[in-house]
């Protein structure tokens, strides 16, 4: 593979207007969501009117869009002179990816920035369950989105309230399903193959955290006994802080946070929580729902809290209803978990450890973790409904990737949002016959 060196970067453009003609844009998609997201918004952007490209780095990229698309097979070393190169020689005008810190999209969008493309990074929902992250040049710790008060008031005001929406369905089947096969042809098989020098993103061995997950899905479903989080009697009536986990290798964790490991942030509350909490207090730890289930939880939790003299004032918790813990905790205490968003929406106080989108003051508690176990720091549930309104509006997009209907309403959205009022571009055929095929050609399915 021949590879050019950097050509003279042009002067950025302003952000696209909503006016500008899907036929003047130049869409290139890297990395997805495992599953059919990306390939399905990559065809609807293409039938109006909009040209679509895509780079596949590995086995699980072709796998989920196997045509009309690229593949980079070389050295990351080299991938930067090859994304430049490609952006300069087919124009590209917008940047579509899922995640910022990945490595690889991390370098693409240095270069995308010179070059003066347009940005546009999904991520998972900053409040859940209904919604997916969508927004220009950055997410998470690295988004643009307003955090004073008083602008985000104002803002509201000038918003139209949300109209009642039906819950986006979702299946824990169905991701489990992407991702099995996204990640099986990541790491074995004939795609995989094509592509030998990619390293994914994420920390550890797919193939360990995969036999981690078979192991898990064994073990729930030997269970028979109710979840312990489903009890009514979880703390014997006693009050209780709660401190949902996260998943140690999310760049939530580790370009997020103070924190190497969960387990360090583990660490850190416990610690906190023995020194300062009220004696009657107790602390309910949850485990993560994709988590692979290659720690044990309740072995690490049990013996930590011995070491801090908290012996029977922590429980563990393997599943549960995650917004019921919420709204009848006390507090809750986050890294930087979506958690915390369904635990303000109930009124409950939040601190969060490392940063979140939503940690403005007036919402979350502002001060030492010490000092949250005896007086934390109701939300203002006015400034809440203004932030929830205007984050809905500029960085949510509705959907989900966890059935047919949740994505299909989630290429929707999106396309709403990334070509503004743009008519879809009709087919010859379809304009002979007046019909209108479905977005992705298959009226049936979604083939997913």
Sequence with gaps: MSLSPLAAPRLAREPAPASESARTRSFLFLQGPPGPFFRLLGTALRERGAEVMRINLSGGDKRDWPEASHDYRGRMANWPL?????????????????????????????????????????????????????????????????????????????????????????????????????????????????????????????????????????????????????????????????????????????????????????????????????????LVVKE??????WRNWRRTLTRRAARHGLTGRVIHVAQAQIDTLCGNSRGVVCVNSTCGTLALAAGVPVIVLGEAVYDVPGITHQGPLDGFWTDPARPDMVLWHAFRRVLVERCLVRGGIGSESATRELVDSSLARLLPATPARRSRKEAATGTQTHRNGEPASLRA
């Design 288 to 293: 993560h729902p994709l988590d692979a289930g």
């Design 82 to 282: 090859f994304f430049d190169r490609f952006v300069t020689t087919h124009a590209v005008t917008d940047l579509v990816l899922f995640g910022d810190c990945r490595p690889v999209h991390a370098r693409a969008l240095r270069l995308a920035r010179l070059r003066g493309v347009h940005v546009h990074v999904f991520e998972e929902g900053y409040i859940r369950p209904d919604w997916m992250t969508l927004e220009r040049e950055g997410v998470n710790g690295f988004s643009r989105f307003e955090r004073d008060a008083d602008k985000l008031l104002e803002l509201a005001r000038a918003l139209p309230p949300l109209p009642d929406l039906p819950p986006v369905t979702a299946a824990f089947a169905r991701r489990a399903h992407d991702s099995y096969w996204h990640y099986h042809a990541v790491v074995t098989g004939r795609l995989a193959l094509r592509f030998p020098f990619y390293s994914s993103h994420r920390k550890g061995s797919i193939l360990l955290e995969g036999l981690g997950w078979a192991w898990r899905l064994a073990r729930e479903r030997a269970r028979l006994r109710p979840k312990a989080g489903d009890r009514p009697d979880l703390t014997g009536g006693r009050p209780y802080f709660l401190f949902p986990l996260q998943l140690s290798g999310d760049y939530q964790i580790r370009a997020h946070s103070p924190f190497s490991t969960m387990v360090m942030a583990l660490e850190y509350v416990l610690a906190s929580f023995a020194r300062h909490a009220p004696p009657e207090a107790m």
